[in-house]
């Protein structure tokens, strides 16, 4: 009885070693990400290509980012700063809520601000951008996707 014991301990260690084990990016938002933002009408305002990796428990480092579009209101030295409130299942299923806000550096004054929903691989929602340079308004839907 007591070999019964001992084996059947040893048989639940291994079977629960399994459970969430290696490297599965589906259950982080950790990693390379692309954005394309579109304007009301379908097209497209901005893109750009980042790395996230959560920090704390609603952090979000942002790092590599590079716009793929050009803009005058975005010509160079943005700062980002983001936020990622986590959920998901033991599954490796990753949801929460996103939140990215994009300084500009020059011309200094323009905010853009991403407010939206992570499901797994994609990251979905709405933008806007206020600023004080001439045309640097606006808003749409955006699309996240890991790259």
Same mark, same amino acid.
Request: proline content about 1%; some cysteine.
């Given at each position: 009885?007591?070999?019964?014991?001992?084996?059947?301990?040893?048989? #639940?260690?291994?079977? #629960?070693?399994?459970?969430?084990? +290696?490297?599965?990016?589906?259950?982080?938002?950790?990693?390379?990400?692309?954005?394309? #933002?579109?304007?009301?009408?379908?097209?497209?305002?901005?893109?750009?290509?980042?790395?996230?990796?959560?920090?704390?428990?609603?952090?979000?480092?942002?790092?590599?980012?590079?716009?793929?579009?050009?803009?005058?209101?975005?010509?160079?030295?943005?700062?980002?700063?983001?936020?990622?409130?986590?959920? +998901?299942?033991?599954?490796?299923?990753?949801?929460?809520?996103?939140?990215?806000?994009?300084?500009?550096?020059?011309?200094? +004054?323009?905010?853009?601000?991403?407010?939206?929903?992570?499901?797994?691989?994609?990251?979905?929602?709405?933008?806007? #951008?206020?600023?004080?340079?001439?045309?640097?308004?606006? +808003?749409?839907?955006?699309?996240?996707?890991?790259?």
């Amino acid at each position: 009885m007591k070999w019964f014991g001992i084996v059947l301990l040893i048989s #639940l260690g291994l079977i #629960l070693s399994g459970c969430g084990g +290696g490297e599965n990016s589906r259950g982080s938002i950790n990693g390379n990400w692309v954005a394309t #933002l579109t304007n009301s009408d379908g097209s497209t305002a901005f893109a750009f290509s980042t790395t996230f990796t959560q920090i704390a428990s609603n952090g979000l480092n942002v790092t590599n980012f590079t716009f793929t579009t050009s803009s005058p209101c975005f010509v160079s030295g943005e700062t980002q700063t983001g936020s990622f409130g986590v959920g +998901g299942d033991f599954n490796g299923n990753i949801t929460g809520v996103f939140g990215l806000t994009i300084r500009s550096g020059s011309p200094g +004054g323009n905010t853009l601000t991403l407010n939206g929903n992570v499901n797994n691989n994609k990251i979905t929602g709405t933008w806007a #951008l206020t600023g004080i340079s001439s045309g640097c308004t606006g +808003g749409g839907n955006f699309t996240i996707v890991r790259s």
